[in-house]
């Protein structure tokens, strides 16, 4: 794969074919297999050499795990993060008093391993609600940090998946204050993914320095914009946290929101974000489809992104699309249920480059050139409500047959 340039104004970000979490400078990441799974690799890292100023979001699902709760107290002790751990399998959550005190065994014994403070360590978990840490696995996994063969960013990407199908990863690089800028990320995310907070564990890291009350505000309006405009089946899970990393070895003057090129930094970690939400959203459970709903003419941003999630959520949109079929009525209907100020007579509606409504009302169209769309590994559709110039996207997948024999086995 090449080099991909995309502007910004008259400014550049690089997509880097082979880049990834530890493409910044002074990170590195691994993983291991530690036992809580059977055969796959179920225990990363990602460690920076010096601390990294830190920002994060986090599930809205009132049963927060205690992973969330203890990495939450490590950032909010300084901003600071050095040191992250990620287990996949278990997810520590509904644990109890338990629950939080193997979170923050698992923080102490990292922290150890690292030789960093508590307060510099991050951790997170991610698998099966209600079962408590096998801790002695957890020891294992950290036990084995040390070995240099363990050090690949392709495992770190590896050891934090569940039902995924494929690793998540990306890198852009920009130019600001005369410097070369990393921006690195890796996620994990298939199934409980509904656009309410990311619905997934998502890490991403980049060598600039950073204020960290900009870094804060970026993140939350970054992720309103792509965590939270995907879905794969409606359901916000207990754990799921988005984290960035940033350790200013890169040398540039300190980002802020009155810097000249914030407007470029933020772009390249709006990047980065979009691209491992979409990469979840294609990596949904069954999924067969990459779909994307574009949805412009609204009174408002926040009216769009309503709309667009209201379409992109439909469990009959998303098993039409997966039949293929041409089925205009439950987008229609979707837009309805949205609860926005929308004007019926104003409505339009495409499937890819097929016209389907027209100012509310249907059209004569081919049918074999929607289904031909419909067939495509990513399917759009184009919503415009004639009313305003809100505009907003959103990303899903379609609904297949293995999407309940994935999940109806589970735990098993």
């Given amino acids: 794969m090449t080099e991909q340039v995309k502007q910004v104004g008259e400014q550049e970000v690089t997509l880097l074919p082979e880049g990834n979490i530890a493409t910044p400078q002074g990170f590195t990441a691994g993983g291991v297999h530690c036992g809580i799974r059977k055969t796959k690799l179920d225990f990363g890292w990602v460690y920076s050499d010096v601390p990294a100023t830190t920002a994060g979001v986090y599930t809205t699902n009132i049963f927060q795990a205690a992973p969330l709760k203890v990495t939450q107290e490590s950032i909010s002790s300084g901003q600071k993060i050095q040191a992250l751990l990620v287990n996949s399998g278990i997810a520590n959550a509904c644990t109890g ?63 934090i998946l569940t039902t995924d199908t494929r690793e998540k990863a990306i890198a852009v690089e920009i130019e600001i204050d005369g410097q070369k800028i990393s921006i690195g990320g890796a996620a994990k995310g298939s199934g409980m993914i509904h656009p309410n907070m990311a619905t997934m564990l998502s890490f991403i890291t980049t060598d600039a320095a950073v204020e960290a009350e900009a870094l804060s505000l970026a993140l939350k309006d970054i992720t309103n914009t792509s965590f939270n405009m995907i879905t794969v089946d409606g359901d916000t899970s207990t754990n799921d946290m988005v ?78 699309i997966h039949g293929a079929d041409a089925n205009w009525g439950r987008i229609i209907t979707a837009i309805g249920y949205s609860d926005q100020p929308v004007d019926p007579d104003k409505v339009s509606i495409s499937l890819g480059p097929v016209l389907v409504v027209n100012k509310g009302m249907p059209v004569p169209f081919d049918e074999a050139a929607a289904k031909d769309h419909l067939l495509q590994d990513n399917v759009s559709i184009h919503t415009d409500l004639g009313s305003g110039t809100g505009k907003a996207t959103a990303w899903g997948c379609d609904l297949s047959y293995d999407y309940v024999r994935i999940n109806a086995s589970y735990r098993t």
Avoid at 262 to 289: N, P, Y
Avoid at 294 to 304: I, K, L, R, W
């Fill in 97 to 159: 008093e338990q629950g939080l005190a193997d979170a923050y065994q698992m923080r102490k014994w990292g922290a150890e391993a690292f030789r960093v403070p508590e307060q510099f360590t991050a951790i997170a978990s991610t698998g099966l609600i209600g079962e408590p840490l096998p801790m002695e696995k957890i020891k294992y996994g950290i036990d084995q940090i040390q070995m240099q063969g363990n050090h690949h960013s392709n495992r770190f990407e590896q050891a």
């Fill in 243 to 320: 984290l960035v990393l940033a350790n200013g070895k890169a040398g540039n003057e300190l980002l802020h929101e009155g810097h000249p090129d914030w407007s470029l930094f933020k772009q390249g970690l709006a990047i980065v974000c979009e691209a491992l939400a979409k990469e979840i959203a294609r990596d949904g459970e069954g999924a067969t489809k990459l779909v994307e709903v574009q949805v412009e003419g609204a009174e408002s941003d926040q009216a769009a992104r309503a709309v667009s999630k209201a379409i992109i959520s439909s469990n009959l949109i998303k098993t039409a």
